[in-house]
């Protein structure tokens, strides 16, 4: 069963800079594209930013768009997930969760069939 973990969150200041981390295990190939994900309190979540399993191609929602950057390092049956974060906005707070699967729909949505949701990692951006 695949299990991920996220970490890396934190309070920051407006304008600040954040890397969060992911180590999804438990996956039967590295094919997948991975994502992150968000959530603000009383939200729904959305998706922020999807990447190939080969990192050839990265998308990102309009709002994240020029600030942040999302990699991958595989490694077979584990895979590390990061998302840098730059120049944070009070509106970036949330919890942020990664996924094992994403695509980029044609109107800009990151969208996952993802269940297997992980505790996430909380970032505060402070006006």
């Known amino acids: 069963q695949v299990q991920v973990v996220e970490s890396g969150g934190g309070l920051v200041q407006a304008g600040g800079s954040v890397r969060l981390s992911c180590t999804a295990s438990?996956?039967?190939?590295?094919?997948?594209?991975m994502g992150w994900f968000r959530q603000a309190p009383g939200k729904e979540r959305e998706g922020v930013a999807c990447i190939t399993w080969n990192s050839d191609t990265t998308y990102y929602i309009e709002s994240v768009k020029g600030r942040f950057t999302i990699t991958r390092d595989n490694a077979k049956t584990t895979q590390y997930l990061y998302l840098q974060m730059d120049s944070l906005k009070p509106e970036d707070t949330a919890t942020y969760y990664c996924v094992t699967n994403c695509v980029f729909s044609a109107s800009g949505v990151v969208i996952t069939t993802f269940r297997n949701w992980g505790q996430g990692t909380q970032v505060t951006v402070s006006s």
């Open positions: 438990g996956l039967d190939q590295e094919y997948y594209n």
